[in-house]
């Protein structure tokens, strides 16, 4: 089960109101290689993994990049919420706003709603942990992007801490990738 | 909201993330003794500092324990926290 805890996992400070940064920064919402896409990759892929430490850097990182997705969903609001209509228009925010006002919503930078098909999971943990080391680096990728977007020191501050998360996790995986396979060559030798 | 709060929540936060790296790191390390013994004082502190905010602040969990009436749904949400501005 799950008991959520009522504090983010890091302070969001967003030092000004900037509704086309928001449209870009929801890509790590409901884009691919997003928060909500690792979060939902990783606790599916616990059921097949052969080793409780696999199961554990499933559980808890994948439980992490729920507090990210809280973040990012914490950003994009910050960053619109104060917006008036004429900030709004003629940004690329304006799409989002006809739908959802100023609510974050699971959909990427280029509005294409969230999707199960950006995630797998394979009964095979070599094969699944690969997947989840790609993704770790494409979102550390898509976070050095956005900085590179990004003109609010609060935001950029925030963006540095979840670009650095991802390089951890990277190595957690790896690490929980090279356990997995020292346990699958000795389970062949009697 | 009072900023105290805030600055209460930064305390929180900063504690809680040693324990987010101490419990990821001994997911793949869990016999290193020196990371465990990290983690367990940390945790100490975590408990410690957790029961102090609820007593000023209300429930962080649903688990805990709340004053008359149920202090849980009390704003401000994590979201509408007011940190103010960047510092960096």
Redo the contacts between chains.
């Keep these: 089960m799950w008991i959520y805890e009522k504090k983010l996992e890091y302070p969001v400070r967003v030092n000004t109101t900037n509704p086309a940064l928001a449209a870009m920064i929801i890509e790590q919402f409901g884009g691919a290689d997003g928060e909500l896409a690792a979060g939902v990759r990783y606790l599916t892929q616990r059921w097949t993994m052969p080793t409780g430490k696999a199961k554990a850097v499933l559980t808890d990182i994948g439980t992490e990049e729920l507090a990210h997705w809280e973040m990012i969903g914490t950003l994009v609001y910050k960053l619109s919420k104060d917006a008036t209509i004429e900030q709004i228009k003629g940004t690329p925010f304006e799409a989002h706003y006809t739908n959802h006002g100023k609510s974050p919503f699971p959909h990427n930078a280029a509005g294409v709603p969230w999707t199960a098909s950006y995630i797998n999971s394979k009964d095979d943990p070599v094969a699944d942990l690969h997947e989840d080391m790609a993704a770790e680096q494409k979102a550390r990728a898509t976070y050095e992007h956005l900085i590179r977007l990004s003109d609010d020191p609060g935001v950029i501050d925030t963006l540095r801490f979840l670009r650095e998360r991802e390089v951890v996790h990277f190595q957690r995986f790896g690490e929980a990738l090279c356990l997995v396979q020292e346990h699958m060559c000795r389970k062949k030798h009697y | 909201m009072k900023n105290n709060q ?1 600055e209460l ?2 305390q ?2 900063e504690v ?2 040693v324990l ?2 101490t ?3 001994l ?4 016999e290193d003794e020196r990371a465990l013994r990290l983690h367990n004082t940390f945790s100490q502190k975590y408990d410690e500092l957790c029961r102090f905010y609820e007593s000023q602040y209300g ?5 805990s324990m709340s004053r008359f009436p149920w202090q ?1 749904v009390d704003e401000p ?3 509408d ?1 007011d ?4 510092r ?1």
């Design positions: 805030a929540l930064e929180l936060m809680g993330f987010v790296e419990n990821l790191y997911d793949t390390h869990p429930p962080l969990k649903f688990t849980y949400w994590p979201w926290v940190f103010g501005k960047c960096c």
